[in-house]
């Protein structure tokens, strides 16, 4: 393992146990440092001792390259392995190993930390056969949502991608907020161009239910819209979920074809169980996605599995156990 696989590794490991603070800054600040010094003179520095006189390496970091070095054990990254497991139930492993795919994840362009390779490749070592990315559309600017002229730059970047990554395929998406109204963030001439679109409500959570109800219900009526995400909107200990008829949402769902989206991050684990019930009762399709902003972020789906199974969720409905062939046949209607 070298100094920058090794950072790399524990970056990755503190992002898949969602640690957001200054440990995991310090090193993916020493990551950059690394990528940057030519090998030969690290070396000559962590003999020397003076690895920290690099600005951004501190006593912990310094540590992890002198063991990389050495060709040993880097103990910090085995510690972060072993404890930063994401827990699979029995159950719920019959899921994860059926998935072939992850439909809702974000890149550098909009709010992800990582480059679309990076999240492509993490996704490749994961087993997977194709991911969708998704970053978000213009109207959440706090998370640098992208425009029309930014998603064909984006379009453009994939194209080259997988000409590299074959047989692997990063499937086109966005996404899209699901505005006050019901419409969508993009025009019918952006979403109807790309592989797969998830609708997401973002804003004025906390809007009555019926409205809310008749927001979704206008949205995943829309036939460029193929999954709706994170439903309730909540986030645990923080957000409640928002109000609407569940009942009437998911039969919308089932009706045109809208597979509703069991998120797998732990702050969400989004729709909660009693209305993941009501979505299967429905007959709905489903999605298990990690919405990972990171590489780390890719391991959540055990989360969403272990929920899967514990609900009962038919296996058969779950959209990124399909092919990506089949995957694309069921977005398109055919």
Known sequence: MTPVEALERIVHC????????????????????????????????ASAGTLTELDGI??????????????????????LEARTRVPLSAAGAVYREALLGDLHLHSRWSDGSATVEAMARAAIALGHEYLVLTDHSPRLTVAHGL??????????????LNEQLAPFRVLTGIEVDILEDGALDHGDEVLGALDLVV?????????????????????????????????????IGKRDPSSFDADEVFAACATFRTAVEINCRPERLDPPRSLLH???????????????????????????????????????????????DALLAWTRGE
């Open 14 to 45: 503190l992002d898949r146990a969602h640690e957001t603070g200054f440990r995991t800054k310090a090193f993916a600040r020493a990551l950059e440092v690394v990528r940057s010094v030519d090998p030969t003179e690290l070396a000559e520095r």
């Open 58 to 79: 501190g006593d912990s970091s310094a540590k992890v390259i002198e063991q990389a070095l050495a060709g040993g054990e880097v103990a910090y990254v085995a510690e």
């Open 147 to 160: 425009s029309a002229e930014r998603l064909a730059q984006q379009l453009d970047e994939i194209a080259g």
């Open 199 to 235: 609708a997401s409500v973002h804003s004025k959570l906390r809007m009555a239910g019926k409205e809310m109800t008749e927001r979704m219900v206008r949205a995943v009526a829309s036939p460029h819209v193929d999954v709706l995400g994170h439903c309730t909107g909540r986030m």
């Open 278 to 324: 009501k979505a299967v009762e429905q007959g709905c399709w489903f999605t298990i996605d990690s919405d990972a902003h990171s590489t780390g972020q890719l391991e959540w789906q055990p989360f969403g599995c272990n929920r899967a199974a514990e609900v009962g969720v038919p296996l058969e409905r779950v959209l990124n156990t399909l092919p990506v």
